[in-house]
């Protein structure tokens, strides 16, 4: 997994000069990126190739790489193999589609291409895969358009798919979000290399402490346990979307990836013995992120102080606290005497707290509540919820700063809650978990708090 994942050295097979093509993408991904191992362009025309020297053959090359890129026709792929295993190439990844997702002859040759790695002591990813990423030393073996369009950064959380697109579409929403992305390993057929060997594989990297997982074949069961027990040893949160759980579903994943689906029960007990929390969405599968990354909540059911801009807001969210069985702080007489000083005494100063329109008078308003909630020793975490707050008047940015001061102070999670993406994206960029409604909040400090304990 190391000559994946960190190789020393990277051949291209297909290269293109071209930044726009798929044997043109790896290239230019390592110069971005910042790779300091080898790169060898493999390609007949000779020549330079994006300003590195090209080979005509793997055979031509000075050593042999730790990872091939093989960007060729399918019925290329088999010659191109068998001198991965001539020259004693660690790693082998196979871009090219129509294989064991096309039916019976197409898995055949496939198992022959796996036969032949395994005889030849190489390791393949593929076929049908858009490769691997590592933004800690730039191994970005991929031919992802998403690299291009979204500014790399290298963080905490880990993405392993069988899907390309689902892969590269977590890694957009998390880039969104302002967070930080280590991995990005896709699995495609597995004719060989499995999502379990990429999960394996990206816990022991200890900077990781989040991997999210799309799965359409749970494959060897010991292997997904063991890989799942070492994430509860290291206690980093996984959470895992698994798809082709029903007979339509299984039908897809075969036609997609070749695979068989998600549907046997046995999986949902090995999930829950290592702590492993299932979704039920892409969306889902991201949006609690920053919850995971930042202050934990003191319980597993976690008291919420909630506060609003707008009376209807409040009545939302205690609906919602009611309907998700979450409590609701009773504060603390010294912490009801400092909002009943800050509020008008209009205002639902009892939890949930209504800041009223006073917030267009008094900007200060959001940081000095949020600091009085936080700071209540009752109080596990905060919501806060800012409707109709974009236009003038309203100073977003401030809002957001003084939020994350006064999370970061008491370290205590706090989600905010907006219908407004540009507000979302102000908290978001402060470093916190942003949502379109209460419920979708609320339920995110519970589910996550939930989870967190099970860890520990």
Request: net charge neutral.
């Amino acid at each position: 997994m190391d000559k994946l994942l960190r190789p020393r050295s990277v051949a291209v097979v297909g290269a293109s000069d071209s930044v726009q093509k798929i044997g043109g993408r790896p290239l230019a991904y390592l110069a971005a990126n910042g790779f300091a191992g080898k790169v060898y362009p493999i390609s007949q025309r000779g020549g330079q190739i994006q300003g590195l020297p090209s080979h005509a053959s793997l055979e031509d090359l000075p050593e042999a790489p730790d990872a091939v890129i093989l960007s060729v026709p399918a019925e290329a792929v088999e010659e191109q193999l068998r001198l991965c295993t001539k020259v004693g190439a660690g790693s082998a990844i196979l871009f090219s589609s129509g294989f064991a997702e096309v039916g019976g002859e197409g898995r055949r040759r496939q198992e022959a291409l796996a036969a032949i790695c395994a005889q030849g002591g190489v390791r393949l990813l593929g076929p049908n895969t858009i490769g691997t990423a590592n933004f800690s030393n730039g191994a970005v073996l991929s031919f992802a358009s998403i690299y291009q369009e979204v500014q790399p950064l290298d963080g905490p959380v880990a993405v392993v798919s069988q899907s390309g697109a689902v892969g590269v579409s977590v890694y957009a929403m998390l880039r969104e979000a302002g967070i930080g992305v280590r991995h990005v390993c896709t699995t495609g057929n597995q004719s060989d290399l499995h999502v379990t060997d990429f999960l394996q594989a990206v816990l022991e990297d200890e900077d990781v402490r989040l991997v999210l997982v799309y799965m359409e074949d749970a494959g060897d069961r010991g292997k997904l346990e063991a890989a799942l027990a070492l994430a509860h040893r290291r206690r980093v949160p996984v959470l895992v979307l698994r798809s082709g759980v029903t007979a339509r579903g299984a039908r897809m994943a075969s036609l997609h990836t070749g695979s068989a689906g998600m549907a046997d029960g046995e999986l949902d007990g090995i999930f829950a013995r290592h702590a492993c929390r299932q979704v039920a969405t892409l969306p889902e599968l991201c949006a609690d992120a920053r919850l995971y990354l930042g202050p934990r909540a003191a319980a597993e059911t976690p008291r919420v102080g909630v506060v609003g801009n707008s009376g209807a807001s409040c009545v939302l969210a205690a609906d919602a606290s009611a309907a998700l069985g979450l409590p609701l702080v009773e504060f603390s007489p010294a912490t009801l005497a400092v909002l009943d000083a800050l509020l008008p005494p209009f205002s639902l100063s009892r939890n949930p707290i209504d800041l009223t329109a006073m917030l267009l008078s008094d900007p200060s308003l959001v940081g000095k509540v949020m600091q009085a909630v936080l700071a209540d020793p009752g109080a596990d975490a905060a919501m806060l919820s800012l409707t109709a707050v974009a236009g003038p008047g309203y100073d977003v940015p401030r809002f957001a700063a003084e939020t994350a001061e006064a999370m970061a102070r008491a370290n205590k999670p706090v989600a905010a809650v907006s219908p407004d993406h540009r507000v979302r994206q102000r908290f978001a960029e402060r470093g916190m978990a942003a949502y379109a409604s209460e419920i979708e909040a609320l339920r995110a400090l519970r589910d996550s708090s939930r989870h967190l304990k099970q860890l520990t």
